[in-house]
């Protein structure tokens, strides 16, 4: 059965940190591109971190989060993590994890995240 699982979200304070971990079952996750995404309420979902196939591989992140999320993987693991530092109330949302490779896209359930004092 494939599973994209989510684990590591909470309640935080301002300026705290949390590190997101997803871990892939099913398949296998070095054949993909990996990417966080976060949708708040009332809000779209957006692309928070991309890392490309190769752990170390070359990353982006969006200009919100830049400087204070890290996106890593370690294939070995099958498991794709997101260190978030400086956090801020705006960075509230639930945390999507992403597979993608050509013709084959797997979506995890989400894990809460809320930036709160």
């Known amino acids: 059965q494939v599973q994209l699982v989510e684990s590591g979200g909470g309640l935080v304070q301002p300026g705290g940190s949390l590190r997101l971990s997803c871990a892939a079952s099913g398949f296998t996750l070095s054949r993909y591109v990996m990417s966080w995404y976060r949708q708040a309420p009332g809000k779209e979902r957006e692309l928070v971190a991309r890392?490309?196939?190769?752990?170390?591989?070359?990353?982006n992140y969006a200009d919100s989060v830049k400087g204070r999320f890290t996106i890593s993987r370690d294939n070995a693991m099958n498991t794709v993590y997101l260190q978030m530092n400086s956090l801020k109330p705006e960075d509230t949302a639930v945390y999507y994890c992403?597979?993608?490779?050509?013709?084959?896209?797997?979506w995890g359930q989400g894990t809460q995240v809320t930036v709160s004092s």
């Open positions: 890392i490309l196939t190769n752990t170390g591989g070359s990353t």
């Open positions: 992403n597979a993608l490779k050509l013709g084959d896209e797997y």
